[in-house]
């Protein structure tokens, strides 16, 4: 008997890269077409984006334990969120949730000690870049991290917005992510956090100038294991 997985989807893109990698992992260890039960719920993005704006983690936090309940109602035995920024809210939705729940920053620590790295880039929107999501988490791990200066996290924000929540990924955004990478190498950096989970979809191992570490996928696969080894 496996667990099973119950996604706290925000924006359709990145739940859906988990979701994909969740069957396709699964698969893998369990054998083929097999993975462990999932189910998801998401509200509208704009509801989510309501409260970001407003600087109302409260009310991100109301929004994840909504969907969390519904989770727990339909057979969930615990709890992913394929989105870094509303990580914010965690501290506010942990206590108070019907399930427990894999931290996706926790994730990317725990991978990033694996891997020897000791320095990370983080990219993500702009909440998450200048929030305490990583900061905190890799500060526990006895990580450091950078994040771009002020004018590249404004774009980097706007692209994730603007074009990668909406499945736009352009060659002209790939080259920007790669300078801001290079920048980052620069800094002593040996590893980029994708802490966007659409940002996989457009920055891949091959593209990037250093090691990616993809906290969609890392997430997905981290959930794959609890379900299959509890």
Same mark, same amino acid.
């Given at each position: &008997?496996?667990?099973?997985? *119950?996604?706290?989807?925000?924006?359709?893109?990145?739940?859906?890269?988990?979701?994909?990698?969740?069957?396709?992992? *699964?698969?893998?260890? #369990?054998?083929?077409?097999?993975?462990?039960?999932?189910?998801?719920?998401?509200?509208?993005?704009?509801?989510?984006?309501?409260?970001?704006?407003?600087?109302?983690?409260?009310?991100?936090?109301?929004? &994840?334990?909504?969907?969390?309940?519904?989770?727990?109602?339909?057979?969930?035995?615990?709890?992913?969120?394929?989105?870094?920024?509303?990580?914010?809210?965690?501290?506010?939705?942990?206590?108070?949730?019907?399930?427990?729940?894999?931290?996706?920053?926790?994730?990317?620590?725990? @991978?990033? /000690? /694996?891997?020897?790295?000791?320095?990370?880039?983080? #990219?993500?929107?702009?909440? #998450? &870049?200048?929030? #305490?999501?990583?900061?905190?988490?890799?500060?526990?791990?006895?990580?450091?991290?950078?994040?771009?200066?002020?004018?590249?996290?404004?774009?980097?924000?706007?692209?994730?917005?603007? @074009?990668?929540?909406?499945?736009?990924?352009?060659?002209?955004?790939?080259?920007?992510?790669?300078?801001?990478?290079?920048?980052?190498?620069?800094?002593?950096?040996?590893?980029?956090?994708? *802490?966007?989970?659409?940002?996989?979809?457009?920055?891949?191992?091959?593209?990037?100038?250093?090691?990616?570490?993809?906290?969609?996928?890392?997430?997905?696969?981290?959930?794959? /294991?609890?379900?299959?080894?509890?």
């Amino acid at each position: &008997m496996t667990q099973h997985i *119950g996604i706290v989807a925000c924006s359709a893109e990145g739940a859906a890269l988990c979701y994909r990698t969740i069957a396709i992992e *699964g698969a893998h260890v #369990l054998g083929t077409h097999d993975h462990p039960e999932v189910s998801m719920h998401t509200h509208p993005l704009t509801r989510y984006m309501s409260c970001i704006y407003d600087g109302d983690w409260e009310g991100v936090a109301d929004l &994840m334990l909504s969907s969390a309940g519904k989770l727990a109602k339909a057979g969930a035995d615990f709890l992913i969120c394929p989105d870094n920024t509303i990580h914010q809210a965690f501290a506010v939705v942990e206590p108070r949730s019907p399930l427990p729940w894999l931290h996706i920053a926790q994730e990317v620590a725990s @991978e990033a /000690r /694996r891997s020897h790295f000791k320095r990370l880039g983080v #990219l993500g929107t702009r909440y #998450l &870049m200048e929030g #305490l999501v990583y900061a905190e988490k890799l500060k526990a791990s006895g990580l450091e991290h950078r994040t771009p200066d002020a004018a590249a996290r404004a774009e980097i924000n706007r692209i994730i917005f603007e @074009e990668l929540v909406n499945a736009q990924f352009t060659p002209h955004s790939l080259a920007y992510f790669q300078e801001v990478i290079r920048t980052l190498a620069d800094q002593g950096c040996d590893a980029v956090v994708l *802490g966007c989970t659409e940002i996989p979809l457009l920055v891949t191992p091959d593209s990037s100038p250093l090691p990616t570490l993809d906290s969609t996928r890392l997430l997905a696969r981290a959930a794959v /294991r609890k379900a299959v080894v509890s």
